[in-house]
């Protein structure tokens, strides 16, 4: 049996699986955040899922720009098994976080802002790991999965 091959001319040039943005400044911010959107739909995440994907990179961006610019945010396709999804690591080499279980609880702010960027992220994300403390920057690691629509 042959198989025939359509693309969804959706975007001309499909976007690497792999992308790293460097953040250090706003533009950079939406940038990360577009670069993120344009995988997430080509891999297949609805609209919806999508944008939780680029909300995610743009609040991982905005805090490298607020608190430890410059970093960078690696976005990347992954597979387990049957299951695609994405990985996102936002990483810089700042200040670091003197207490990470504080920063991750709604309404806390050092810069008197909202404080429900991290703990917002841990929520919309399947997976969340966070390294971080004094001099030793902060590492972010997140992943999302597609998830399964109904056969
Ligand atoms: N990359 C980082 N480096 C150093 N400190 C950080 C970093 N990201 C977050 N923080 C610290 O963690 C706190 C909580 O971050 P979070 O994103 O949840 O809230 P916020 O940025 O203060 O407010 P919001 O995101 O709602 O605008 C920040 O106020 C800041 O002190
Ligand atoms: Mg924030």
Known sequence: MRKFASSRARSPE???TENRV??????????????????????GF?????????TVVSELA??????????EILIQAVENGSHR???????????G???VSLAMRDG???AGRLGLGLPGVRRLM???????????????TVKKWISRRAP
Request: aromatic share 4%.
């Open 14 to 16: 499909p976007s690497p």
């Open 22 to 43: 460097r953040v250090a400044t706003d533009t950079d911010i939406v940038e990360a955040r577009q670069v993120a959107r344009a995988l997430a739909e080509q891999l």
């Open 46 to 54: 609805s609209p919806g899922d999508a944008t939780v994907v680029a």
């Open 62 to 71: 905005r805090n490298i720009v607020e608190y430890a610019s410059p970093g």
């Open 85 to 95: 999804g994405v990985l996102m690591v936002a990483s810089d080499n700042g200040p």
């Open 97 to 99: 976080i003197r207490d």
């Open 108 to 110: 806390f702010s050092t």
């Open 126 to 140: 399947d997976s969340f790991e966070i390294v971080s403390g004094p001099g030793r920057g902060t590492r972010i």
